[in-house]
Nanobody, 124 residues
Framework: QVLLGESGGGLVQAGDSLRLSCAAS????????MAWFRQAPGKDREFVAT????????FYADSVKGRFAISRDNAKNTVYLQMNSLKPEDTAVYYC?????????????????WGQGTQVTVSS
C-alpha cells in the first residue's frame, strides 16, 4: 500500500510559477514510477508528466512540454512538478499517481495509487 499526498496548489496569475509536491509513504514507494495527471471542470482526467523510479526517464504531455518539469527525490519519497509560464487552461485539480507495474505510461489505468489532488487556478 502506498499513500500519496499532494500540496502546493493555489491561485496564481497567468505567467506565474508553482511547484507541486507529492509525498509518498509506504512500502518501497521509491521504486514506483510516478506521474501527475490533472482534471479540469467538466473534462476528463488527462496525463501531464511521468518519471521513472530511477529518474532516468521523463515524459510530458505536449500541452506542458517546455513549461513543466517533473522530478523526484527518492531519499525524501517526494515527487515534484515545477510549473512555469502558467496559463488559464492549466487550471485543474492536479493528482499524483504511482505505478508498481509500468514506467512511462500516459494512461491512468496503469497507475495503482492516487492522491486526493490539489487545486491549481490560473487567472488571466
Amino acid at each position: 500500500q502506498v499513500l500519496l499526498g499532494e500540496s502546493g496548489g493555489g491561485l496564481v496569475q497567468a505567467g506565474d510559477s508553482l511547484r507541486l509536491s507529492c509525498a509518498a509513504s509506504g512500502r518501497s514507494s521509491s521504486s514506483y514510477a510516478m506521474a501527475w495527471f490533472r482534471q479540469a471542470p467538466g473534462k476528463d482526467r488527462e496525463f501531464v508528466a511521468t518519471i521513472s523510479w530511477s529518474r532516468s526517464s521523463t515524459f510530458y504531455a505536449d500541452s506542458v512540454k517546455g513549461r513543466f518539469a517533473i522530478s523526484r527525490d527518492n531519499a525524501k519519497n517526494t515527487v515534484y512538478l515545477q510549473m512555469n509560464s502558467l496559463k488559464p487552461e492549466d487550471t485543474a485539480v492536479y493528482y499524483c499517481a504511482a505505478s508498481a507495474r509500468i514506467s512511462g505510461s500516459y494512461y491512468d489505468y496503469d497507475y495503482d495509487y492516487w492522491g486526493q489532488g490539489t487545486q491549481v487556478t490560473v487567472s488571466s
